[in-house]
């Protein structure tokens, strides 16, 4: 079989399992929280109103702001709960709508029977008015269960594992295959919970209409099966794994990936069992490893300096090592040493349209900016890098456009923009042939990669054996070589690392 | 055997009434007919006997006790009902139907299974060819009987009525009519019937009670109401059935 499937099929289990338990664990407490409050809002219509209006705006909020509102809520707590509970907060809506609607379908002279035979209101609710409105309750369910589905991709961004981390991760690797396999992945999981809760609805509206039940003999046997299969299939992949003695963390972007599993099988070859837990953004996992939840990642200088320690200026590369390992130390976290390499921010443009203009550096771009078109990451125009860009060279571009990061190496390539925010270390620098322009101002920051470790990975000896070899031995040009294999030639990352760990210094 | 004592109900707090200082007295065995319009208050009265509407004053005696210190569903489960919609629970079984006001008092299976079976061959649904049916496979004349056998399962001395025949078409409404003054006469059941229909009311009741308005205009057989109209809207409501009993009266007469 092609390698790259492979190699992505093999995470299928892990994924899988994450995908159903936040799926399943959502849509329980959504079903339990939101029937009741159907029923309630469906008895009181000065409840309903407002009750519905609430759960209808969840919904309007896109998937991605509610994790993020809710991680914040949280004190930056990321994972399964914080992902668990917008899902089960999104699967609300069309729960609890049904129930409402289902209840009123319920004909009122079987509600006045009720009534008129002595039925507690009690009574009604369980004995009439439920089983009636159960089709309309299931139906509702149902499709809270593909929406659910679907949102839990998202949940790769506050760090719970599940279908997403092939979606997140193959898009930021170009690689379509995990991209394929996680929506087919996803997709299926959909189509078959949709198949089975509409047998259920299926068998729930028949026994509403009175259907004996003599009748639904067959159907509810296959109904069962179905069930029966479904949960062995569910046991199966929710088995309990052995727990991992450390988290290894990554960003969602190529060199981290390659990076998290090269740190993996060091710490592996060490007798370690290692779990991943890839593809959370910079906030997030400098959260994570502070809790705790994540043991050992790279992490970058100018990132610590800029982000965490919100610091202006440019001391220079020395001086920000030194602050920002200190800064890092203070926080109860231990900095392993410096990779080798540098990603930083340089501004980039192609080889041909620098010769054009006749630019080699910044400070040439100053007299034509005006005429020019920059693109930025999602957070480049946003830092404080890129006001004091502006200002030490006088920079005023006639545009500045915001790209997905695969996204900008395109439009630069392609002409739409004249330059780019690129990454030093990218292969797609190499790739498309842009040239890094020069920073004699020293507006950029210097973004050397360092090994970050939490308070329990830095106290076991096997960590630090794994790391010493990597340490001051990963040039820019390997770094950006086993990039490259990865982004531009579609490599598995496996063979990047194997790469990597081949061109050690 | 139910005594109504100046009752009122007003929904609004007093500004109207739908039922005005209304009092009536039902004798055991007796099938009262409570007649109207619709508006008149005759639905209202009827269901503030089996607390589904409360007086807003006055006192209503069951059995002589007073409703109000009954809890109401207590009380519902001892007195029969049976209405125009029916409100057969769909997703029971004629069997389940029926037994619902037995189990809802706690009456042994044995006891429910065999008063079930009791009451579907009192009403004319043989048990054992009805039993499991469910309500959408019957017709509606079929309906309302399992419709009153639900009413009288668990043996109530008393059985309110809300228009019980008013869906059905003439030919089932006369056959239901006559067999349920029969079942009411051999169980001895004090019934309040309201119906708009006079010809019903003249029928089966022993006696009528004319509402308009919130008011009882009067209470009487039916040769009271018709010889004696206390009141111009009773004369009008005997017009119809008059004037249809002299037409029969002259065409009987061509043929002979």
Known sequence: MNPVLTEQLLLLPDYLQGHLALTFAALGAGIALSVPLGVIAARSPRIRHPLLAVVSMIQTVPGLAILALVVALLGGQIGFV???????????????????????????????????????????????????????????????????????????????????????????????????????????????????????????????????????????????????????????????????????????????????????????????????????????????????????????????????????????????????????????????????????????????????????????????????????????????????????????????????????????????????????????????????????????????????????????????????????????????????????????????????????? | MIELLHVKKSFDDGASFAVADTSLSIARGELLALIGESGSGKTTTLKMINRLEDPSDGKILVAGRDVLDQNPQELRRNIGYVFQGVGLFPHHSVARNVAAVPELLGWSRIDIEARCREVCDLVGLPFDDYAQRIPSELSGGQQQRVGVARALAARPDVLLMDEPFGALDPITRAGLQEEFRRIQQELGLTVVMVTHDMTEAMLMADRVAVMLGGELLQVGTASELLNRPAHPYVTQLMEMPRRRAERLDALMREEG
């Open chain 1, 82 to 505: 914080p992902a668990f509970i917008a899902l089960t907060l999104y699967s609300m809506l069309p729960i609890m709508r049904n129930t409402v609607s289902g209840l009123e379908g319920v004909p009122s002279d079987v509600v006045e029977a009720a009534r008129g035979i002595g039925l507690s209101p009690r009574q009604r609710l369980w004995k009439v008015e439920l089983p009636l409105a159960l089709p309309v309750v299931v139906a509702g369910i149902r499709t809270a269960a593909v929406w659910t589905v679907g949102m839990a991709t998202l949940s790769t961004l506050v760090g719970a594992s599940s279908l997403g981390n092939y979606i997140f991760i193959g898009i930021q690797t170009r690689n379509l295959t995990a991209v394929t396999v996680g929506s087919l992945a996803a997709a299926g999981l959909a189509i078959v919970l949709d198949a089975l809760i509409g047998s259920l609805q299926w068998i729930a509206e028949k026994r509403a209409v009175g259907v004996a039940m003599r009748d639904l003999k067959r159907s509810t046997a296959f109904a069962a099966a179905l069930s029966v299969l479904f949960s062995l299939a569910l046991v199966l992949t929710l088995r309990p794994e052995p727990k991992p003695d450390f988290v290894v963390g990554g960003k969602p972007f190529t060199e981290q990936y390659i990076l998290a599993s090269l740190l993996t099988e060091q710490l592996e070859a060490q007798g370690l069992r290692v779990e991943q837990n890839i593809g959370m953004g910079s906030d997030i996992i400098f959260e994570a490893i502070g809790a705790g939840t994540v043991d050992l990642y790279v992490e970058y200088s100018g990132t610590i300096w800029g982000s965490y320690m919100r610091r202006e200026g440019n001391p220079g590369r020395d001086e920000i090592n030194r602050v920002t390992q200190r800064f890092v130390s203070e926080q109860g976290l231990n900095p392993l040493g410096l990779a080798g390499f540098q990603n930083r921010y340089a501004l980039a443009m192609s080889r041909e349209r620098a010769a054009q203009l006749g630019v080699s550096s910044v400070q040439d771009l100053e007299p034509l900016a005006a005429m020019l078109q920059a693109g930025g990451d999602l957070e480049f125009f946003g830092r404080s890098e890129w006001q004091r860009l502006q200002r030490l060279y006088g920079l005023d571009f006639a545009q500045e456009l915001t790209f997905d990061a695969a996204l900008m190496y395109t439009a630069v390539e392609a002409g739409q923009v004249d330059v780019i925010s690129a990454y030093s270390t990218d292969g797609r620098v190499a790739a498309y042939d842009l040239l890094l322009l020069d920073d004699p101002r020293e507006a950029l920051l210097s973004y050397d990669a360092l090994f970050l470790a939490s308070a329990a990975a830095s106290e076991d000896e096997r960590v630090a054996a794994a790391i010493a070899p990597l340490l001051g031995a990963i040039s820019d040009e390997a770094m950006r070589a086993a990039n490259k294999m990865v982004d531009v030639d579609g490599r598995p990352v496996a063979e990047a690392v194997a790469y990597l760990r081949a061109s050690l210094n």
